[in-house]
């Protein structure tokens, strides 16, 4: 059995979702003269690979403790939708189950392919990567609770649309792209599409029902899309937390592994070293009609 890991990478320039604190670190011993380096480390819940515990919205729900083992390792599938939804466009369950099979009880990741916009990639663009991706609209929601979803990851700054948060007062010049394209697209304005009964569904209805969700997935997601296998998400055992850090990863068969090898051989890589799908950004640009 080997991991192929759907972290991001985490240090001082990776953004915290906007407004939340950033990682921030500092030694406090040096091998000379303390025989040790030693650091401090500050930041919100909110940065890198990331798990929204309930408590983050619900206040009687689970803090990130009590996650059990079996709920945060399971099987589940990786679904490519960067064929089918560009900058501020809505995706919905149809999209997901057109491409690939959703049992019940599984955990599903989203690839929208906005990790290509993260900031350790070549193609990094911070404000498309946090205010500018796709996100589901009510239906998606109610889908996934049928399905009974363990937890969904998502390949981007939020599992919401970023035009259902408050990113929508904060960014008005972006705000005023995406209600353009909801006019054109949806025939409705921002305000009656996302009106304030779904203000941040996937976050206020989800969590009373346990499906919670990560956020900034990606490292060798490239290399899943499309692909059923066991995924796995590890937060620390945190006593009172409402979110955190943590490390996402699929565990593949070993001859699985020398295949998706081979073939991250032949893609472009991160400056960590992940592989990056230039198809993906390809397809996103001409959804969105972007150079």
């Not at 149809?94 to 049992?103: A, G, L, N, Y």
Request: aromatic share 10%; proline share 6%; with cysteine.
């Amino acid at each position: 059995m080997k991991t192929i890991d759907l972290t991001i990478p985490l240090g001082i320039g990776t953004p915290p979702w906007p407004t939340y604190e950033p990682l921030q670190v500092k030694y406090f011993k040096r091998l000379a003269p303390n025989g040790a380096n030693g650091q401090l480390v500050t930041h919100s819940n909110h940065i890198g690979t990331h798990l929204d515990g309930e408590i983050h919205f619900y206040t009687p729900g689970k803090d990130m403790a009590r996650l059990d083992m079996d709920f945060l390792v399971n099987e589940g599938v990786v679904v490519d939708l960067s064929d089918a939804v560009g900058d501020y466009e809505v995706y919905t369950s149809q999209m997901v189950e057109e491409r690939v099979e959703v049992k019940e009880g599984d955990i599903l990741i989203i690839h929208t392919g906005y990790h290509h916009f993260g900031w350790d990639h070549p193609t990094a663009d911070e404000i498309r990567y946090m205010v500018k991706h796709p996100g589901p609209d009510r239906e998606f929601a109610e889908w996934a609770k049928a399905k009974k979803l363990r937890w969904i990851g998502v390949d981007c700054g939020s599992a919401d649309h970023p035009m259902n948060t408050i990113i929508r007062d904060w960014m008005p010049r972006q705000a005023k792209q995406a209600e353009q394209l909801f006019k054109s697209k949806y025939g409705q304005s921002l305000a009656e599409y996302f009106d304030d009964s779904k203000y941040q569904l996937m976050h206020i209805e989800m969590f009373p029902y346990g499906i919670i969700h990560a956020e900034c997935v990606g490292g060798d997601i490239d290399l899943l899309v499309n692909q059923r296998v066991t995924i796995g998400f590890f937060p620390w055992r945190f006593v009172d937390g409402e979110a955190s850090i943590g490390r996402c990863v699929a565990f593949i068969d070993d001859n699985k592994y020398e295949q998706l090898m081979a073939k991250k051989t032949e893609l472009p890589k991160t400056k960590f070293g992940d592989a990056a799908d230039p198809a993906h950004v390809d397809s996103l640009n001409k959804l969105s009609h972007a150079p």
